[in-house]
RNA sequence: GCCCCUGUAGCUCAGUGGAUAGAGCAACUGCCUUCUAAGCAGUGGGUCGGGGAUUCGAAUUCCUCCAGGGGCGCCA
């Protein structure tokens, strides 16, 4: 059991003696928190809530403290002990701690995970439109939306990751519409990129790649291409530039379970179902030849168009609205994670009041925003624009820094701080990243378990182990936190604490390997070598689940 | 004009009602005949943007002001 909600249970039920013998009627607990100390020296956890009841008992805290304290079963601590102004601070016995790590050997690559929920959830990330390579600032919703996946998993979800391929609407068009010139600039002939078309070089390759392919575009004349052929050299498009996406994100460790096509929506016939329903919820209406939603009505500050007046094709958010009905009415997805750019902040809302109307409850539609990444450059900041393609593309940061590098920068802010990236700065800064001093973290504690095979040290039979120096016990402390953070990380989504706590881990096992020698000169593997591996083995066991959480990769040399 | 995010050490950022505000990087001083020095031990560094309020207690909540960024489309 995670270590919090252990203590919260005691603490309820020291609670409930109390108030048994007081003959407290009508009496709603308060809330109050279980807490790891920032001063070490109160103890590994701690509680306010004597504080929180004073008001209601009328006693001092203090009194309160020790009456509950009175309450508790002792066994499981080294130290309970009353503080003011009324804190209960509590320290984990030596044989709890080692009990929890011989549970984290046994438990092998599941040390963390739970077995309880089994909800069906969906997290939908990346989804950048198919219109060229992604750069620089898809990486942290990619990065993101990958980790929280990850971790959903470790915690039993049944995780669908999915994109989003907005292969329908304008944009698209006016991609294809690029590629025509760049195709047209290969064939020798004039082109013309207007200031609506994406210009970027990435455009170009997908070109050439086009060419490759289907060798008729050669010397294909676009000069009357009709509707049909558009629509088709649009899907070739698309196709490839799909693929370019997908060998980005591979790149970086990052897959998708499904890759959902926008204009399937609509040619299923699902969108027209779906506005339908929204007619006979009297939500729809037409004015100046186009077709609205009275999102106003349900709270909105405007009402929004559903089609357009022009062409009388569907918005953006029409078929949103659509994606996100055949989300939880069609697929029945408990929960749904969308990782959004703060750009998306204006229709949170709206498709929430949407949801609602067609019942679907809110709290089950969450939106992890990330804040914008922006570019910095000789102290300024630079706009980056996909169309006129001045961003600096994914894969050339994965080339230069790593992907393993790139994931821990991106994850160690948490999301909704903006992120401002001095390219030049980023790069040189890359070789200092913590990611390394991580992994040689982890390559040392390798290096010591490759030592123990070599001497056929056998010390995972008996499993004896006996928790001794400062540096053992505080990292003994850490590792049974580990399920703590993946249980707080699924619920919260704040997956920034994930590399402070990689963070925090690998110094607590250097600090062990520096001070407490597994190995002496000669050593034949004594109580001590064999206890000490014990401690090893768990914490690389816990070091390598958690780097593989986050997408990175654990070296056992380096 | 309205809405959202941000402002914490020289730099990049954690901490969002608890006790003496932390980490990484940078700076400085020590430490390699012992399991990997991509390391360890130590030192210096703060008006938590300003002001007011709430309470036992505020970096954290509320109000206000200042600064930076983003959004407010019949684009997606």
């Known amino acids: 059991m995670l270590i919090t909600k252990f203590l919260h249970n005691c603490l309820n039920e020291a609670l409930q003696k109390l108030i048994d013998e007081q003959n407290i009627t009508n009496f709603t607990p308060p809330a109050y928190v279980v807490e790891k100390p920032k001063n070490k020296t109160h103890g590994d956890y701690a509680t306010n809530l004597p504080m929180q009841l004073a008001k209601i008992f009328k006693e001092n805290p203090i009194d309160i403290a020790h009456k509950i304290k009175d309450k508790f079963d002792a066994d499981n601590f080294e130290e309970i002990s009353v503080a003011s102004p009324g804190f209960i601070n509590f320290k984990l016995s030596k044989i709890w701690l080692e009990k929890e790590i011989i549970r984290c050997i046994d438990l092998k690559n599941n040390f963390g995970n739970q077995n309880k929920n089994n909800k069906k959830v969906q997290v939908e990330f990346v989804s950048v439109n198919p219109t060229g390579k992604l750069h620089l600032g898809h990486i942290r919703g990619a990065v993101i939306g990958s980790t929280i996946s990850n971790i959903l998993e470790s915690q039993n979800f049944t995780v669908t990751r999915e994109y989003y391929v907005n292969d329908a609407g304008n944009q698209i068009d006016f991609f294809c ?7 047209k600039e290969l064939q020798g002939k004039d082109f013309k990129i207007t200031d609506e078309m994406y210009s970027g070089i990435d455009i170009l390759n997908i070109s050439k790649k086009i060419i490759n392919k289907y060798p008729d575009y050669q010397n294909y004349d676009f000069s009357n291409i009709t509707e049909d052929e558009f629509e088709e050299l649009k899907k070739i498009s698309i196709e490839i530039c799909i693929n370019e996406i997908m060998d980005d994100l591979k790149s970086l460790n990052i897959y998708h379970d499904n890759w959902f096509s926008e204009s399937s929506l609509i040619d299923a016939g699902y969108l027209d179902e779906t506005i339908d329903i929204l007619k006979e919820l009297n939500l729809i209406y037409v004015k100046d030849e186009a ?4 999102t106003e009505e349900l709270g909105d500050d405007r009402d929004n168009v559903l089609f357009k007046s022009s062409d009388k094709k569907p918005t953006y958010f029409a078929t949103d609205i659509a994606y996100h009905r055949n989300k939880f009415k069609e697929r029945y997805f408990e929960k749904v994670i969308n990782v959004w750019g703060s750009d998306h902040h204006g229709h949170i809302k709206r498709m929430e009041l949407i949801l609602e109307k067609l019942n679907v409850d809110p709290k089950n539609f969450n939106v992890i925003l990330n804040q914008i990444v922006s570019l910095k450059s000789n102290n300024k900041t630079v706009k980056f624009s996909k169309r006129s393609g001045n961003s600096i593309f994914l894969s050339e940061i994965v080339e230069e820094i790593g992907a393993d590098a790139c994931r821990f920068s991106f994850l160690s802010r948490s999301s909704e701080s903006q992120m401002e990236i001095d390219l030049d700065l980023f790069k040189s800064k890359s070789a200092e990243n913590p990611v390394f001093y991580i992994q040689y973290a982890h390559a040392r504690l390798c290096s010591i378990l490759k030592n123990a095979k070599e001497k056929q040290i056998d010390f995972e039979t008996e499993k004896i182990l006996s928790l001794e120096t400062i540096e053992e016990i505080n990292l003994a402390k850490k590792i049974t936190e580990f399920p703590e953070l993946l249980h707080r990380v699924s619920e919260n989504y704040g997956v920034h604490e994930l590399t402070f706590f990689a963070l925090e881990l690998s110094q607590l096992i250097q600090k062990f390997y520096e001070n407490n020698r597994v190995f002496d000169k000669d050593s034949k ?17 816990t070091l390598a689940n958690l780097l593989s959480l986050m997408g990175m990769s654990s070296p056992e040399e380096m």
């Open 291 to 294: 077709t609205w939603i009275k």
């Open 177 to 183: 519409k690029s590629i025509i010139e760049r195709i």
């Open 525 to 541: 593997g004594d109580q001590i070598t064999k206890s000490r591996l014990i401690i090893t083995k768990a914490s690389k066991i």
